[in-house]
Each structure stands twice: as structure tokens, then as C-alpha cells.
């Protein structure tokens, strides 16, 4: 008996042992559950009936100068729904079916592949479909089988009202890649895009990405169990982006293109006081309207790959010879360095030897006897030949520096190049090669290993006609003082002298002069070893108190006289009676 009663108490203890533990495991879990991880559950538990629907911000516009609005937005309509709802059973296929059946062929991978890119939580909204109109979005949300997992929400959309016309400076928007999204970083300015956002891809879109994107704003909602809205929880309203007034006539920038007509190449005006940027038009254009709103991978394979490349600017990174219009800045370096002065005179022959090598001007029968005003007003070769020896390369190099010359204008563009100076030390660790006397004979005509962009040229002339250098800019309001480069007034006068003599009736440029106001520039002919001739006119107006400066280069133009001149002579004469100044015409 003892035995038993021992036997039953060690059961008793063990069943007491068993229970106390496992209510102990049981108050522990409790514990942990309702104090440690409240916090978490129950926010699993909001998140089943909580949405937050990002609101995205309308994009500041853009306006010419006289607020003619050049990139403004048109009201859409995106298909969005959260990710908690939308990959419950038979959605994604239900949608993917409808969508066919309303004439948008989108898969259930695909739905899947734009759900994946923009996650960022089960409760935060994705888009599934953009840049509905008014009647496709009803269309969709009519029909019965319209799933209540998804909603439609209004959305802003770019539209460029003026095409093609400034595809080159206003750039467009287009979906942010996610390379451009991994480059934003953690945090702070990443926060403003999620996958899907658009960002701007070229122009003054991208320059001021920052300042026309403004910041997203957010809208919490609860959802019944099937996910349909049942009130509005909180939110923030989305800050749109700035709007910017832009230096661009609309009205000149139209005149340009009219007068490039199918003609390659580019044309740029701007102010010689303030720098800022009146005219710029690079051809052959594309339009930008399509690119924002999304194009097919073949048709923008068709884009990049054509041969005429029209998504290049070739205003600020085309790359060519200047010519003759450097002729201005060899003719300041020679009277600077002494070697010549504005009475001493150079016989063109028209041709010039250098040992065993002859060089030929333009003119082959030759000038006769020029000074250095009668030269830049014949362009003559021959005189330049002769004292781009005197000089030499390293003092060209020096004075050209002066002008701008090799340096980015600071233009407020992306993809601007600075040119090449070239030089001695250039061309030694270039190629391997010393510099050659023949070298600085085509450098001295604006030739050889001399590149520019056409908006270095228009700096260079801004400098003959003020003696000061500014920043060419697109945005209103950003002016910086001009700069005094420290040319000696009197060399400078007798430069400008010989511009307003090419434009004379014996000068290269005369048919410049034809539109009623009183004009200045150079002309140049530019050798094209791929085809013909680059013609290229660069020039100030009034002439006597110069107010804007222009440069139209033009590929395969064959003669700066006959393609340019009369091309920029008209489009300064149309910005001079167009301001405030024009009664500076030619009585």
C-alpha cells in the first residue's frame, strides 16, 4: 500500500510539474505577444484595411520669355491598386482578361513585372496602367467585370504644345529608369520617385529636374475586406514642381526654323550684355510629345540610329572647324603680340609657301596688298597664314583662351563639350607628334586640330562686340554680371572695325546687311573632308552699340556669304525691332 500511495504522489507532482510549466510557456508567449510585438501586430492587423495611395505631384511648366507656355501638362488617368489586394487569387488574371477584351494587351506577367518594380510595401499603391483619357478610363471602369481590388486616380501628364520645334533645349520626360533611380541614394531625394515616376531625360527637363519635379504627396484610406474604399483616413496633398520662365523668343525660335527649312546644322542668338539665350535651334529636330508618352522599342531603336542623329544638340556638342570667323581672334593676337599693326600691310599672291608645302587662299588669283582690316573683310588666307607664323602657336593658344576658347561656356544644358584648343602639348600627347609650322598655317585660318561648338563661336563674338564674356543661360533670372577679359580697347576697335567692314557692300558678308539694320560679323567657308563645304556666318547688331550676337553654322551649306550670312542678318534684325531698342534700325 505504501508503495501505491508513493507511486500516485510522484504521478500527482509530475502532472502538477507538466501544468505549471506549460502555463508558464503560455504566460510567457502572452507576454510576448501582447507587450514585446504589440506594436507589429498591430499593424498587421491596421494594414489588412489600410491603403496608402501615393499621390504624385504635377510638374511645374515652362514658358518662353513672353509666357507662351512650352511644356505643360494634360490631365490623364492611371489603373493603380495595392499589392496585398491585387495577388489574391484570380485578380491579375480577371484584369489581365478584361484589359484584352477592352483593346490593351497586357499579360498577367506583365501586371506581375510592374507590381514587382515599384514595391515598396503589400499596403502602398502600384500603377498598373498609365495615361488613360476620360473615355478609355470609363470605358474600363463600366464594365461589369471592372475588378474592386483596382481604382482609377487623376494624373498629370507633359504634353510640349510646340513639337519638335525646342526638342533640343527643352529636352523631355520620360519613366525613370532604375539605374537613374539607384543614383538618387537612400533617403532624402530618393524619396520624391518610386519605380514608374517620370524624370526629365534631356534639356532643361533634366538641368532642372530638382526644381520642376516638386514632391509627392500621400492619402491614407480604409478598405473593406474585399478592398472597396470605405472613408478617407488622412493624407498630405502632393507640392507641385516650380514653374520656369525660359530666355527663348518663341517668335525667333519659330523664324529660325523656318529659315533652316531641311538645312543641318544649328542656329543660336543671344544677348551680348546679359548672355541670355534667345534663339537656339538645332537641325534636323524630333518630336518630343511621343518620347514622354512612351514609344515602342523599335521606333526608338529607329531614333538613335538614324544617320542624321537629330537627337544630338549641335549647338553646344556638335564639334566642327570654326574657319574664318576665328580670323578675329588671330587678328587680335597679331596686332597684341606686336607683329603687325593696322597700317601694315601683307601681299596675297594667293597662294603661300612653306617650305616644300604651298597653301592656297580662297581667292586663287590672290588680294594684292591687305591690311589686317581689308584682310578680315576679303578673308584672306594668305594674310593670315603669314602672321599666324609670326605669332606662333603658343601666343594663338594664349589669346585664344582670352576669347573662351576650349572651355565649356557653362550653359545651363547637360551634354555640353568644351572643344579643343589644341597646342603643342595637345597634340604630343594625343598623337604621339610634335607640333609642325604647317600645323599653325591651318590653325591660323581656323582649321586643322581647332574645334568648336557653335555656342563657343557666339561666346567669341559676344567678346568682339563688348570686350566682355558671359554665361550663355536658358533660365530667366539667373544672369551673372559680364566679365571684362582685359582686351586693349584700341586693338579691339580696329576688330571691329573689320567686322563691320565684311558687312560693308565690298565685304564677304554684305548680304547681311539687307534687313534694315546696321550689322557686324565674319563669314567663314569650312573644308569638309566628307562632303561639302560648311558655311557658317557669325555677327552682332546694331552694329555701333551691340545688343544681341548670333552664329549660324550650317553643314554642308557650301558658302557662309550665300547660306549664313543672310540667315543671321534676318533673325538679328527681327531681335532688334523686337525689343525695347528698336529704334536702333538703319534710316
Known amino acids: 500500500m505504501f508503495d501505491d500511495r508513493s507511486i500516485s504522489d510522484n504521478r500527482l507532482r509530475f502532472v502538477r510539474f507538466v501544468f505549471c510549466g506549460s502555463m508558464l510557456v503560455l504566460l510567457s508567449a502572452l507576454c510576448h505577444f501582447q507587450v514585446f510585438q504589440s506594436d507589429r501586430y498591430v499593424q498587421l492587423a491596421t494594414s489588412n484595411k489600410l491603403r496608402v495611395m501615393r ?94 481590388q483596382v481604382s482609377h486616380l487623376p494624373v498629370w501628364r507633359r504634353i510640349y504644345p510646340v513639337g519638335s520645334l525646342l526638342c533640343h533645349s527643352l529636352g523631355y520626360v520620360g519613366e525613370i529608369s532604375d539605374k537613374e533611380l539607384q543614383a538618387m541614394g537612400e533617403g532624402g531625394t530618393r524619396s520624391r520617385y518610386v519605380g514608374g515616376d517620370v524624370i526629365g531625360k534631356g534639356g532643361v527637363e533634366r538641368f532642372y529636374e530638382d526644381r520642376l519635379q516638386g514632391f509627392p504627396g500621400f492619402q491614407v484610406i480604409e478598405v473593406d475586406a474585399r478592398g472597396r474604399f470605405v472613408r478617407s483616413i488622412s493624407g498630405r496633398k502632393p507640392v507641385p514642381g516650380e514653374d520656369l520662365v525660359l530666355t527663348i523668343d518663341l517668335g525667333a525660335q ?118 589686317i582690316v581689308d584682310a578680315l573683310r576679303d578673308s584672306c588666307d594668305v594674310y593670315f597664314y603669314e602672321v599666324g607664323q609670326k605669332v606662333g602657336i603658343d601666343n594663338l593658344i594664349k589669346w585664344g583662351k582670352v576669347f573662351g576658347i576650349g572651355e565649356l561656356t557653362g550653359i545651363d544644358l547637360p551634354g555640353e563639350l568644351a572643344g579643343t584648343a589644341a597646342g603643342r602639348e595637345w597634340k604630343e600627347k594625343k598623337f604621339g607628334e610634335r607640333w609642325y609650322k604647317g600645323d599653325t598655317v591651318n590653325y591660323s585660318i581656323g582649321q586643322g586640330f581647332l574645334l568648336m561648338t557653335p555656342i563657343q563661336i557666339l561666346r567669341q563674338f559676344g567678346v568682339v562686340a563688348s570686350g566682355k564674356i558671359v554665361r550663355p543661360h536658358l533660365l530667366k533670372g539667373t544672369s551673372e554680371e559680364a566679365v571684362t577679359v582685359g ?23 554684305r548680304r547681311a546687311a539687307a534687313f534694315g539694320v546696321s550689322i557686324a560679323g565674319k563669314t567663314s567657308t569650312v573644308q569638309n573632308s566628307h562632303g561639302d563645304d560648311h558655311a557658317v556666318f557669325a555677327g552682332y547688331a546694331p552694329a555701333d552699340n551691340p545688343r544681341y550676337v548670333a552664329v549660324a ?21 527681327y531681335l532688334v525691332k523686337h525689343d525695347k531698342g528698336g529704334n536702333d534700325l538703319d534710316q
Not at 110 to 135: F, G
Not at 555 to 570: I, M, Q, R
Request: hydrophobic share 40%; charged share 20%; aromatic share 8%.
Open 55 to 148: 499621390v504624385p505631384p504635377v510638374r511645374g511648366e515652362i514658358y518662353d520669355t513672353n509666357m507662351v507656355p512650352l511644356a505643360t501638362n494634360v490631365l490623364t488617368f492611371d489603373i493603380v491598386g495595392y499589392p496585398l489586394d491585387l495577388r489574391k487569387d484570380g485578380v491579375l488574371t480577371g484584369l489581365s482578361s478584361l484589359l484584352r477584351r477592352h483593346g490593351i494587351p497586357l499579360s498577367e506577367s506583365d501586371l506581375e513585372a510592374r507590381i514587382k518594380s515599384q514595391y515598396v510595401a503589400p499596403y502602398r499603391s502600384v500603377v498598373l496602367l498609365k495615361n488613360l483619357t476620360l473615355a478609355q478610363m470609363t470605358d474600363l471602369t463600366s464594365d461589369g467585370d471592372f475588378p474592386s
Open 254 to 371: 519659330r523664324l529660325a526654323a523656318e529659315l533652316m527649312s531641311d538645312k543641318k546644322g544649328s542656329v543660336i542668338a543671344m544677348e551680348v550684355d546679359t548672355g541670355e539665350i534667345k534663339i537656339l535651334f538645332s537641325n534636323p529636330t524630333f518630336d518630343v510629345n511621343p518620347l514622354s508618352w512612351g514609344v515602342a522599342g523599335k521606333e526608338w531603336h529607329e531614333l538613335i540610329s538614324d544617320k542624321d542623329r537629330p537627337m544630338i544638340n549641335r549647338a553646344i556638342a556638335g564639334l566642327y572647324a570654326p574657319g574664318s570667323v576665328y580670323k578675329s581672334v588671330i587678328a587680335y593676337a597679331a596686332l597684341a603680340e606686336g607683329v603687325v599693326t593696322p597700317k601694315t600691310t601683307i601681299y596675297c599672291s594667293g597662294s603661300y609657301e612653306l617650305g616644300n608645302q604651298i597653301f592656297r587662299c580662297h581667292r586663287r588669283w590672290g588680294h594684292g596688298q591687305e591690311n
Open 487 to 509: 582686351l586693349d580697347p584700341k586693338i579691339l576697335q580696329v576688330i571691329q572695325k573689320g567686322m563691320d567692314a565684311v558687312v560693308s557692300s565690298g565685304g564677304t558678308g
Open 553 to 573: 553654322y550650317i553643314e554642308g551649306g557650301l558658302h557662309g556669304s550665300t547660306a549664313a550670312a543672310p540667315l543671321v542678318g534676318e533673325l538679328l534684325a
